[in-house]
């Protein structure tokens, strides 16, 4: 109840202000407590309390006085709010118990209502404590004054004429014998109308449980949820607590029941349990719900082997780009407007579920085969595809798909949703806007790639990868003037392990940003030693896509050069292409912050990634090197010759110098000499190694 019948102080007009009440806090926090004694104030209290956090101090203070109310957090570290509620009932004090969270939940909430708390609030909600503590003053004033009125029928009438409760009394037969004022009004009759009628005429028809005489004798009282109805036909919820009125000499004369509409509790059970169970922004059902959903899944189809069904997991591909761009604002309304589609997509009895973020998920049941789970998933896929308009933007949304099949015969549902993950980063991998089903090599693989990440964290821990440099030889002197360091995993078992075993892995786990400022500090001081005999060597190092976006690039690369002592112009960074123009403000940005320093900038891979001349003309970039996939066909494909060949002259015409890369026959060494290619690279002219040749470098 944590939001009362009626709201604020209005609720009480007319009622005494500044009455005086002891209150006994259940706090760890002074801080917490000051605001509550302010809100009991604010609602016209004068509060006496006294503060405690530990059961000792609990007990003993409620053996110290008499206290208007309880008022306990949900939870303390090593005591909390079912624990003091426990101490109190085992008291046998009727005090008003009153729990107060930051963020209790719907069962929690529940569970402590059903053990006796009184009510429950948000601390959020702190103006409604005061009109709950006069609530449950009042309560338990009801509670007093029924006991103080069990001894005879006429002296309970008496007292129950002003209480907001309604209280019927009935005899034997359940003919209404009495109701009080507040009962009548809440079921729209006047007292003469009900008298003498059947007491099941408040309850509706399926609600109704006959008074056996059985019944009547138990000791009570009980307490019931039921559908009461009004005069009119309508219907409420209602709470009854029961018990039986006897003689002397132990026979029923009759029942006594209170009555309170509950329609206002009910109707904050149902608030926590859609927060607890379905996602804010997009209504659709979360993570927790799905979960359940899915856990009721696996065990049917472990009862029914025919029972078949699926999973989808999806995300959007490059989600992260519209919040850039766009604003959070714009992809929350893109997300609403995803969940939609996805609903228009499944089919009847599908669960479509919001994991978080741009993550969903799709629980398709009763399926005849695997063709039904794929064709869902074209489906949504085609349905994303269609541009999304926003406020003016139009926005295309593709998905990648993952989709885990029952036939392996999960018995958790964390297996299932472990495995269509697995699917859909592979979806990813193999080029996004794609669906995956997943298959056992997917998880032997991804077992494979998590041992081999604490392998990768362990390795730059124990110091374990090495650079290695392959020379840039410039054709017009034949003359090595620059090398590139290459950066390689000496694995313990596995020996000397490429770049592309363990980058790519390294990229997705972030580990690529401090490998390769090692590798740059490396080559750094590398090079420092080399430049004793050879001063105008040069120093080319890669940067990968996580290294280039670290705001602090520029003062890592700054460092190194003044840890190695090496002239900026000695250096040369390279970015690939791809990775330039995928935010080309933003690239121009950070390569002039990379140029002050002094340093040289070079384009990887060029050729490859579709880029806008008129960017590259603005870029400070020094050289561009040529993709290897275009040397290599030089010499017998036309169309790889014709690229090379505008490259170059390109490059030649922004004064910039050309390097092929990937040279490795004579005969493709002979083009790029013949169409003016300012320098080579390749195994045709030296393979990467940990020293370069003695007399390179002038030993």
């Known amino acids: 109840m944590a939001a009362s019948r009626e709201d604020g102080h209005e609720a009480f007009r007319g009622e005494a202000l ?26 016209g209290f004068l509060p006496l309390h006294r503060r405690v956090d530990s059961a000792s101090d609990f007990r003993a203070a409620l053996l110290s006085q008499a206290w208007d109310v309880v008022i306990s957090d949900f939870a303390l570290p090593g005591f909390g709010g079912f624990d003091a509620l426990t101490i109190l009932q085992q008291s046998q004090l009727d005090v008003p118990f009153i729990l107060v969270s930051g963020a209790i939940g719907e069962e929690s909430a529940v569970q402590a209502m059903k053990a006796g708390a009184h009510d429950y609030l948000m601390k959020n909600s702190l103006r409604r404590l005061a009109p709950a503590v006069r609530r449950e003053l009042r309560d338990a004033q009801v509670r007093a004054e029924r006991r103080r009125a069990e001894d005879s029928l006429g002296a309970l009438e008496k007292a129950v004429e002003t209480l907001p409760l309604g209280v019927t009394v009935s005899d034997t037969q359940g003919r209404i014998l009495y109701t009080n004022p507040a009962e009548a009004e809440l079921h729209g009759y006047t007292r003469e109308e009900l008298r003498g009628q059947p007491a099941r005429r408040l309850a509706a028809a399926e609600s109704w449980k006959t008074l056996e005489l059985d019944e009547m004798r138990c000791l009570g009282p009980w307490k019931r949820e039921r559908v009461n109805v009004r005069k009119d036909g ?52 979360n993570r927790a719900l799905f979960m359940d959903r899915l856990g009721l899944a696996v065990e049917r189809a472990r009862r029914q082997p025919r029972f078949f069904y699926a999973v989808l997991f999806l995300d959007l591909d490059r989600f992260k780009v519209v919040n850039d761009s766009l604003g959070h604002l714009v992809g929350d309304r893109l997300l609403i407007e995803v969940a939609q589609r996805l609903q228009q997509c499944r089919r009847a009895g599908d669960t ?12 398709a049941e009763e399926l005849q085969d695997a063709g039904h789970a794929v064709r869902l998933a074209r489906r949504i896929q085609t349905a994303l595809r269609r541009p999304f308009d926003l406020d003016g933007h139009e926005i295309i949304a593709t998905a990648s798909v993952g989709i885990a099949l029952s036939h392996a015969g999960y018995s958790k549902p964390e297996e299932i949703l472990r495995d269509a993950d697995t699917a859909l980063y592979r979806a990813k991998a ?47 002197t034949g003359e090595t003037t620059a090398v590139e360091a290459l950066v390689r995993w000496q694995h313990p078992t596995r020996g000397l392990l490429p770049p592309q075993e363990f980058i790519p892995l390294c990229e997705e786990t972030g580990l690529v940003a401090p490998l390769g400022q090692w590798v740059l500090r490396t080559a750094c001081d590398r090079l420092r030693g080399w430049q004793e005999q050879r001063p105008e060597l040069r120093m080319c190092v890669n940067l990968s896509a996580r290294q280039f976006a670290e705001a602090s690039l520029a003062g890592d690369v700054n460092l190194a050069l003044e840890a190695s002592r090496v002239a900026p112009g000695c250096l040369e960074l390279e970015i690939t292409e791809s990775l330039a123009m995928q935010d080309a403000e933003a690239t121009d940005k950070s390569l002039h912050l990379l140029k002050d320093l002094g340093v040289r900038i070079a384009i990887d891979d060029f050729g490859t990634g579709y880029s806008s001349l008129a960017y590259l003309k603005h870029f400070p970039v020094d050289a561009l090197k040529i993709d290897r996939s275009f040397i290599s066909g030089v010499t017998t494909d036309p169309r790889d010759a014709s690229i090379a060949r505008s490259v170059i002259a390109l490059a030649h015409n922004l004064d910039l110098e050309v390097v092929a890369e990937g040279v490795e026959t004579r005969e493709q060494l002979e083009f790029v000499r013949s169409e003016r290619c300012d320098a080579v690279q390749g195994f045709l002219l030296g393979h990467p190694a940990s020293e370069l040749p003695a007399h390179l470098v002038g030993h």
């Open 430 to 476: 193999n080029g996004r806007d794609r669906h995956e089903i997943f298959d056992q090599q997917m998880h032997i693989r991804a077992r494979e790639m998590l041992l081999l990440e604490a392998e990768l964290r362990r390795a730059l821990a124990r110091e374990e990868f090495r650079v290695h440099y392959q020379p840039l030889v410039w054709l017009a």
């Open 18 to 43: 500044n009455t005086a009440l002891s209150v006994l806090l259940v706090e760890d926090s002074e801080a917490d407590a000051v605001l509550l004694l302010d809100a009991l104030k604010q609602g």
């Open 352 to 363: 479509v579920a919001r994991l978080g973020g741009d993550e969903f998920a799709i629980l």
């Open 234 to 285: 309508s219907s409420f919820p209602a709470y009854l607590i029961s018990d039986v009125v006897k003689s002397s000499t132990g026979d029923p004369l009759g029942l006594v029941t209170t009555c309170e509409d509950i329609t206002e509790r009910k109707h904050v059970e149902q608030q926590l349990r859609q927060a607890a169970f379905s996602d804010a922004l997009t209504a659709l059902p």
